[in-house]
């Protein structure tokens, strides 16, 4: 998907996941590249009235914390990826909600796994074998991490735009 919607984590969050991939690398098992995120959206494309919609919806709800504490996989879009999934609370359902009402109707190429009812907020740690990078991490310490803004990022041009701030 070229487009993705996102909840950027606090430094301390990120950190705590960064150095969770950092222990499969040092395994060799092959891990997620980037600063740790939750995808809460994606589309082939998102233009300029569903941005606006969005920005205007973000206003209106909190950003709350993410508790981070599953080990598992993240569905059928990827079989060899090992994630760590998140509590989906009313507050992170609201906002996710939000998203969604925004993008209703505006985007192309909605991804089936973020709509609500779908969606389960994770974060990618390996992207290859996930028996061994689960027996490698189990058990895990819930990471907190607080979601400090939600952002449109273009997987084509590597561009991301901060939409709200928390």
Known sequence: MPSTVRFRLDDDGAAAL???RDRLAAAGIPVAAGTPHVTVAAAGTVPPPAV???TAQLRLVALPVLWLAGLGSVGPDAPDALALTAV???E???VHTAVHDALAGRVRGAHAAHLPGSWLPH???ATGRP???FA???P???VRARITAVELHDSRTGETVALSAG
Do not use: I, M
């Open 18 to 20: 960064t150095a969770l």
């Open 52 to 54: 606006r919609e969005l």
């Open 88 to 90: 989906t609370d009313p």
């Open 92 to 94: 992170v359902l609201a």
């Open 123 to 125: 974060v990618v740690l």
């Open 131 to 133: 028996a061994e990078a």
């Open 136 to 138: 490698r991490l189990h």
């Open 140 to 142: 895990v310490e819930p």
